[in-house]
């Protein structure tokens, strides 16, 4: 990554009061907010995956959104025919799928870079997607699956049934909590392996696939398992999305949905570990504010994305970091 | 006791024929020069060897081991590295971090996925030591992408060396460098390689380098063998002087 | 007998369109190295002016005079001069910088081109089908079949044809081949590079628009058309190679009659026979059949 090695001091100097204020938060703000933020925080988790494979591995995927979608439909059919309710079920259900779906489509995919990667991954999430369009009678087709309110930590977190339920009032403390908690983990698991030697061949792949097979890195195994990870990750955001949602559609495996992800990481930057995490947060709030505005809010997403890959290839965290070491640099001297 | 064998190696692009049935034998701890004029074959031959391209035809024997059909990665494992004409490095990793994946690769380490990597205290020494063995000491934690030149062209060398390969080729070591600083490079791939004990085999266009440093000369011509030996008789050999050494400018 | 016929007719129909989509992709990155993510909506956006300009013409009024027909190439020349402006102003400043960023910009404008469409002409399908019924049907054996059908077979065909005697046969193409082979040499050797890669995209994406043009008539300019085509243009590239016009003439050809026939027996998995036989292609051949990626 080009931001050079940060010292842990600096790190927590940042990490912490954003910790703090994400934890505090829900007491502070209005439910509908807060709800607002946890969908942030799940696109943040599918982006973290998303980047593993763009930023660390070099590989641009326009079919994210089969992973995600596919984290989403195994939770519906949890509910649809097993009948359970049960979070951790769901979530256990959401990464199995996804991670299926990914190893097999990594098996074909991996095997070419840039461009045809790039088309593949399309198709084949299209193709996901027209399947479950076209199998309504176990997909429920265009109308979706709903997925009730699910049951926390084995069930002994519950939103109250009958006269007192609230269901925002669940969604905006207790699930939100939970998200939060799943969320960090998330970061701590993806910061590991990225600064991990695996990390490091990956990054290496991508400067240079060439040397990287030369330095006895198998790449073609390497970008797989890359893959089965970010497809995974991907997947377990989606299936803490579901039940936010109340439903799951078809729309979440249409390639404008892989395009809403490919934005937010190049929006918040691929190039650092961090990017990704505020591009999702951003974006969340960008298309709420502009689905309300106009109905040609891709024409403005496309504009957006336009001008970034013009001006600021390096997005919002990429190009304050170098603002910042630009201004450290003047400070020294 | 020869450490790799190539028989009857060839390799057509289109009508050309690139590397034209070459029998290329290296004898375990040699120091050996490749050259010959531009397209003569000897990057072929390397990438050959080395499993970058597949042969049309022939055979290469390492140690007794028939390697023609092996993958680039079995290649490595059987102890066969190679640094790159045009410096191929990881641009956006740090001089250390190149050198250390090397490390990793060769221990089987680069599986790790829950592991800081610059925790491993010991592949961060190895590492650098051969920094420091490299002279790249100093640029430890700069961006292999911000090296100057002959610093990324030992990089290049320096990564190949920490496979601890047992045969290495260096394809172009000095090329791009200016001429003052081609005599310390030289200087420490040499004592490197000897203190290793590895067989290297360097293909160099500079003829002065060649001459202090390589004892045997292999010169390729149209992807044959046209003469080897050593520098005396290399330079009293009227066909290489003919097709290579004239074409040269002497400094 | 005739059914067969008539199939037959039906896939170089299809052959017809997707060989001018995917030939005019292939083409731009033959020549310049590039994919455009926006090239379906390129023929999405010639369906649409042609659609748009041929029924403000007609007025509603239900008979079509032949000098109509000569309008239909408009949607391409709309297209070409789209590209034309696209290719300096997009993406030219980003040839030096990696893939992806070319792959990123063209899908944002894939975006934009989709709403623009929307913007423009609505949500609804323009038709401009009277020019569709106006030229009426062949008897073939028992069955009819539409003339207008055998019009689109020979603009493609006819394209093919032009296409390969302006590269073979022009010194534009032969200065597009040297180009496309080796940029620097052709550059050292004064060919404005910049000028050929415009050049070269305005007739990729004029093939692409004439593509929607002549089969706007039978299908409708419709939102999303341009997604699918690209995914379909796609498959035909990965069958025959990208950068090879040859192979997108075998590859159109060849998802033209699978498709016809897959539709034929099995409705419902068209689309998958034809991402099965790509992912074949892929496994057996990476660079497609005649490709050189």
Not at chain 2, 28 to 44: D, F, Q
Not at chain 2, 121 to 145: I, T
Not at chain 3, 133 to 157: D, K, Q
Not at chain 3, 230 to 239: P, Q
Request: neutral net charge; charged residues 15%; contains cysteine.
């Amino acid at each position: 990554m080009s931001v050079n090695a940060v010292s842990p001091s600096r790190l927590l100097a940042v990490v912490a009061p954003v910790f703090l204020i994400l934890v505090v938060l829900p007491y502070v703000i209005d439910p509908y907010q807060t709800v607002l933020l946890s969908y942030g925080l799940i696109f943040a988790i599918a982006a973290l995956g998303f980047n593993l494979l763009l930023g660390y591995t070099g590989l641009l995927s326009f079919g994210h959104s089969a992973y995600f979608g596919m984290g989403a439909y195994a939770v519906a059919f949890v509910v649809k025919y097993l009948k359970i309710q049960s979070m951790e079920v769901f979530l256990l259900a959401g990464i199995l799928c996804s991670a299926l779906v990914a190893a097999l489509f990594g098996l074909v995919c991996v095997r070419y870079t840039r461009i045809f990667f790039g088309i593949l991954t399309l198709a084949l999430s299209q193709v996901l997607w027209s399947l479950v369009y076209k199998f309504f009678w176990v997909t429920g087709g265009s109308d979706g699956l709903r997925v009730p309110t699910p049951t926390l930590l084995g069930g002994t977190v519950k939103m109250a049934v009958g006269a007192g339920q609230d269901k925002l009032g669940f969604l905006s403390h207790r699930y939100y909590y939970y998200v939060l908690v799943i969320f960090c983990i998330c970061v701590g698991v993806m910061w590991l392996i990225v600064h991990s030697p695996f990390g490091k061949a990956l990054q290496a792949i991508r400067d240079n696939e060439t040397r990287a097979e030369f330095v006895g890195v198998q790449v073609w195994h390497y970008r797989w398992v890359a893959f089965l990870i970010s497809g995974s990750f991907t997947g377990l955001a989606g299936a803490l999305w579901v039940p936010l949602n109340g439903l799951t559609t078809p729309d979440i495996l249409h390639w404008t949905f892989s395009g809403e992800i490919v934005f937010f990481t190049v929006l918040g930057g691929f190039g650092t570990f961090a990017g990704p995490i505020v591009g999702a947060v951003v974006f969340n709030y960008l298309k709420t504010f502009a689905v309300g505005y106009t109905v040609y809010w891709q024409m403005l997403l496309g504009v957006v994305l336009v001008v970034l890959v013009l001006v600021l290839p390096a997005g919002i965290v990429g190009t304050a970091s170098r603002l910042g070491l630009r201004f450290r640099r003047a400070e020294a001297t | 006791m020869s450490i790799l064998k190539t028989e009857k190696l060839t390799k057509y692009f289109g009508d050309t024929h690139a590397v034209d049935h070459v029998d290329f034998t290296v004898a375990e701890g040699e120091v050996l020069a490749l050259i010959g004029s531009n397209g003569a074959g000897k990057t072929t031959l390397v990438n050959l060897i080395s499993g970058l391209i597949p042969p049309d035809s022939g055979q290469v024997i390492f140690k007794d081991a028939d390697i023609t059909a092996a993958s680039i990665h079995r290649k490595i494992e059987l102890g066969i590295a190679r640094s790159f004409q045009l410096v191929n490095l990881f641009d956006k990793l740090t001089t250390l971090d190149n050198l250390a994946l090397a490390i990793f690769s060769r221990e089987g380490k680069t599986r790790r996925l829950f592991r800081v990597s610059d925790a491993d205290a010991a592949v961060r020494q190895e590492a650098l030591e051969v920094l420091h063995q490299f002279g790249l000491e100093p640029k430890a934690r700069m961006m292999a992408g911000g090296l100057s030149q002959g610093e990324r062209k030992l990089l290049d060398v320096a990564v190949a060396y920490a496979l601890r390969p047992k045969l290495l080729f260096l394809d172009e070591p000095t090329s791009g460098v200016s001429t003052r600083e081609k005599a310390p490079i030289m200087d420490i791939i040499t004592s490197v390689v000897r203190s290793g004990r590895i067989t290297a085999v360097i293909i160099e266009h500079d003829m002065d380098v060649v001459f202090t440093y390589c004892p045997r000369i292999v010169a390729m011509h149209q992807g044959t063998i046209l003469a080897d030996g050593t520098p005396e008789q290399i330079r009293s050999n009227e066909q290489v002087t003919a097709n290579l050494l004239g074409t040269q400018t002497h400094r | 007998m005739d059914t067969l016929l008539i199939h037959l007719l039906n896939s170089l129909l299809y052959a017809s369109v997707l060989f001018l989509i995917a030939g005019g992709l292939s083409l731009i990155y033959g020549v310049m190295r590039i994919v455009n993510l926006a090239h379906g909506n390129l023929y999405a956006f010639g369906a649409y002016t042609t659609a748009w300009a041929v029924g403000r013409i007609l007025g509603g009024a239900p008979d079509a005079s032949l000098a109509l027909y000569a309008l239909l190439p408009v949607g391409a020349v709309a297209a070409a001069a789209l590209g034309a402006i696209l290719e300096p102003t997009l993406l030219r400043p980003l040839y030096k910088r990696s893939e992806e960023y070319q792959l990123l910009i063209t899908f944002g404008l894939l975006l934009i081109l989709e709403d623009l469409m929307r913007l423009i002409w609505g949500p609804y399908p323009l038709s401009v089908s009277a020019l569709y019924e106006g030229l009426g049907s062949l008897t073939i054996g028992e069955s009819i079949y539409p003339t207008y059908n055998l019009i689109v077979i020979v603009v493609g065909a006819a394209a093919a044809a032009g296409l390969w005697a302006f590269i073979y046969r022009t010194q534009f193409g032969v200065v597009l081949r040297a180009t496309s082979q080796n940029m620097r040499m052709a550059s050292a050797l004064g060919v404005n590079v910049n000028r050929v890669y415009v050049e070269a995209f305005t007739l990729g994406c004029f093939m692409a628009g004439l593509g929607g043009a002549i089969v706007v008539p039978q299908q409708g300019a419709v939102l999303g058309m341009g997604v699918d085509a690209l995914i379909l243009a796609f498959v035909v590239v990965v069958i025959g190679g990208l950068g090879s016009l040859e192979g997108a003439l075998i590859g159109a050809l060849m998802v033209g009659i699978v498709r016809e026939f897959g539709i034929t027996f099995f409705p419902e998995i068209e689309l998958a026979v034809l991402y099965l036989m790509a992912a074949v292609v892929l496994l057996v051949r990476p660079a497609g059949l005649l490709g050189r990626a």
